[in-house]
T-cell receptor, first 114, second 113 residues
Framework: GESVGLHLPTLSVQEGDNSIINCAYSNSASDYFIWYKQESGKGPQFIID?????DKRQGQRVTVLLNKTVKHLSLQIAATQPGDSAVYFC?????????????FGTGTRLQVTL | DTGVSQNPRHKITKRGQNVTFRCDPISEHNRLYWYRQTLGQGPEFLTYFQNEAQLEKSRLLSDRFSAERPKGSFSTLEIQRTEQGDSAMYLC???????????FGPGTRLTVT
């Protein structure tokens, strides 16, 4: 299949270690943030989301941190596994009262080494 | 499979030809979105529908592009007089009106030669 993100920043992590992927967003009016995982040849897959009234949210092996002061978002993956290898995108959505379009950031390629 | 589906998965066409892509959203979702993704970039918003109404179109959507969702279910994206710069992955996503989560389909990879 085709490759996603040939020239993206790359994070190499050893299997079992924790991964931290960072994202800076630009719109201070953004109210909702999502992390997506995209494997080669596939569409983005929802991982975890967070609203602007929160600064941390945990899922299964993943944690998202939101720092509105510096407009920074991070995704932490615990005990990284080979299946986590993919390109990760953060996306933001402004508050309009209902769901609307997403604006995606530059992705990060996560490579998990054995 | 109850996820978002897109057809075809791959399309190769010659410059100047017209192409049409189809997206079938998750059945209970009334919002449907189209995005375009080029290599090395995140998806870029093109347009979205609530039921059959097209609510917003990006400046990226030139007059050669048209999208429809006639019965508020599946949607089609047509590109007329394709150009090499149209080569990209075209992604469809759907969500409920009040749900912020957008679920993406596998995409249609367009190559214009």
């Amino acid at each position: 299949g085709e490759s996603v993100g040939l020239h993206l920043p790359t994070l190499s992590v050893q299997e079992g270690d924790n991964s931290i992927i960072n994202c800076a967003y630009s719109n201070s009016a953004s109210d909702y943030f999502i992390w997506y995982k995209q494997e080669s040849g596939k569409g983005p897959q929802f991982i975890i989301d967070i609203r602007s009234n929160m600064d941390k949210r945990q899922g299964q092996r993943v944690t998202v941190l939101l720092n509105k002061t510096v407009k920074h978002l991070s995704l932490q993956i615990a005990a990284t596994q080979p299946g986590d290898s993919a390109v990760y995108f953060c996306a933001e959505m402004p508050y309009t009262g209902t769901a609307s379009k997403l604006t995606f950031g530059t992705g990060t390629r996560l490579q998990v080494t054995l | 499979d109850t996820g978002v589906s897109q057809n075809p998965r791959h399309k190769i066409t010659k410059r100047g030809q017209n192409v049409t892509f189809r997206c079938d959203p998750i059945s209970e979702h009334n919002r449907l979105y189209w995005y375009r993704q080029t290599l090395g970039q995140g998806p870029e918003f093109l347009t979205y529908f609530q039921n059959e109404a097209q609510l917003e179109k990006s400046r990226l959507l030139s007059d050669r592009f048209s999208a429809e969702r006639p019965k508020g279910s599946f949607s089609t994206l047509e590109i007329q007089r394709t150009e090499q710069g149209d080569s990209a992955m075209y992604l469809c996503a759907s969500s409920s009106k009040t749900g912020y989560e957008q679920y993406f389909g596998p995409g249609t990879r367009l190559t214009v030669t």
